[in-house]
C-alpha cells in the first residue's frame, strides 16, 4: 500500500514536474510575430468587432448568439462551473438542438465542468442527436506528464456569421447575475461578426477559429 503510493509519487515526480522545470526560450522570429506586425494588411477586412465588456452583458449575448443559430454552433471553454448562469447557457443550446441545429462541444478534461459531480449534465447533453461533446485531455493517472495539458480556450462560433471569444468562461463569477455575492471575474469578451457570410467567402477570422477547433476535435 505504502510503497505502492510512494513509488507512484516518484514516478509522477519524475515525470510529470521534473521535465517542465526548465523554461525554454522563445525565439526572436516567434516573438516579432506575437507582436502583431504579420497580421497588418492594406485592404478592408471582412470583419467588425465590438467589445463586450460588463458581466451580465456577456451571458446576454451568449443566450441571443445561441437563439440566432441556425445551422451550426461550435464552442469550446476551458471550465463551466453550475449554477444559475450555466443552467441558462446549457438551456439555450438545448433549445437550439432541439430546433435542428448541430452543436460541438470541446471542454478541458481536467477543468471543463462536465465530469465528476457533473456527469448527468454531459449525459445529458450527450444524448441529444445533435449534440457532439469531447473531452480535451482527460487526466490518465500512467501518464502525468500530460496533467498540465490543459485547453484553455473560450469561444463561441454561431454559423459562418458571428464568433464571441474572450477571457470568460461559463459560470455565475462572470456573469454577475442578480443574488451574486461572491467574488467577480473581470473580464472581457469580443464578438465578431462576419459581414460576407452571405457570399461564401472565408476570409473572416472566423474560419481560423473554426480551423484550430476541427484540427484539435480530430486530433
Known amino acids: ?14 515525470t510529470g514536474v521534473l521535465p517542465y522545470l526548465h523554461q525554454k526560450t522563445v525565439s526572436g522570429s516567434f516573438a516579432d510575430s506575437a ?17 463586450v465588456e460588463e458581466p451580465l452583458e456577456s451571458l446576454g449575448a451568449r443566450i441571443h448568439l445561441l437563439d440566432e443559430a441556425r445551422e451550426t454552433i461550435d464552442l469550446s471553454y476551458y ?3 453550475m449554477g444559475p448562469s450555466t443552467d441558462l447557457f446549457l438551456g ?3 433549445r437550439a438542438a432541439d430546433r435542428g441545429v448541430q452543436v460541438r462541444i470541446l471542454v478541458d478534461g481536467m477543468s ?17 442527436p445533435n449534440i457532439q461533446l469531447k473531452l480535451y485531455n482527460p487526466p ?16 463561441l462560433i454561431i454559423d459562418n456569421r ?28 469580443v464578438l465578431v461578426y462576419n ?13 481560423d477559429v473554426r480551423a484550430y477547433l476541427d484540427t484539435l476535435w480530430n486530433s
Not at 2 to 14: D, E, G, K, S, T
Not at 112 to 128: F, K
Not at 147 to 152: A, S
Not at 164 to 184: A, Q, S, T, V, W
Open 195 to 207: 459581414t460576407q457570410w452571405q457570399t461564401g467567402s472565408r476570409e473572416s477570422v472566423l474560419f
Open 112 to 128: 471543463g465542468g462536465l465530469t465528476w459531480a457533473n456527469r448527468d449534465y454531459a449525459a445529458a447533453l450527450g444524448a441529444h
Open 162 to 189: 458571428l464568433l464571441l471569444l474572450g477571457g470568460r468562461n461559463i459560470g455565475d463569477k462572470y456573469f454577475n447575475p442578480e443574488g451574486f455575492e461572491k467574488n467577480l471575474s473581470i473580464d472581457r469578451d
Open 140 to 155: 490518465n493517472q500512467l501518464k502525468p506528464w500530460t496533467y498540465n495539458g490543459r485547453l484553455h480556450d473560450k469561444y
Open 92 to 94: 439555450a443550446i438545448l
Open 79 to 81: 471550465a463551466m462551473h
Open 35 to 51: 507582436a502583431g506586425t504579420d497580421y497588418y494588411g492594406s485592404t478592408p477586412c471582412a470583419d467588425r468587432v465590438a467589445l
Open 1 to 14: 500500500g505504502f510503497a505502492a503510493v510512494l513509488l507512484y509519487l516518484i514516478y509522477a515526480v519524475c
